[in-house]
């Protein structure tokens, strides 16, 4: 079984940055792809950014430019970096992972981290 912990949510006034983290651990596994979603009060949670082992890196329209998803040298933390933060970027965000474990494809979700932005 893989963990996945989120950190680095808070409370930040429009404009500014925050950093998100998703540590994995637990079993062995190497990554497919990690991506983080949000979701808003009484919104559905909706798809923010992805990375792939492949490389490939996609970002929604609404953080295109603002947000920069990364993955460190070990593969076993991805980050959200979180620029001219908007008022509408508030909600609690959730890290995924699609990961290779005990030779099967898995999804994983983290708990999630509150990110609030001030006007």
């Known amino acids: 079984q893989v963990h996945l912990v989120e950190s680095g949510g808070g409370l930040v006034q429009a404009g500014g940055s925050l950093r998100l983290s998703c540590a994995a651990s637990?079993?062995?596994?190497?990554?497919?792809?990690m991506a983080w979603y949000r979701q808003a009060p009484g919104k559905q949670r909706e798809w923010v950014a992805t990375?792939?082992?492949?490389?490939?890196?996609n970002y929604a329209d609404s953080v295109q430019g603002r947000f920069t998803i990364s993955i460190d040298n070990t593969k076993t933390t991805v980050y959200l970096q979180m620029n001219n933060l908007k008022p509408e970027d508030t909600a609690v965000y959730y890290c995924?992972?699609?990961?290779?474990?005990?030779?099967?494809?898995?999804?994983?979700w983290g708990q999630g981290t509150q990110v609030t932005v001030s006007s």
């Open positions: 995924y992972g699609n990961l290779r474990e005990s030779s099967q494809n898995r999804v994983f």
């Open positions: 637990g079993s062995k596994f190497s990554i497919n792809a």
């Open positions: 990375s792939t082992s492949g490389g490939s890196i």
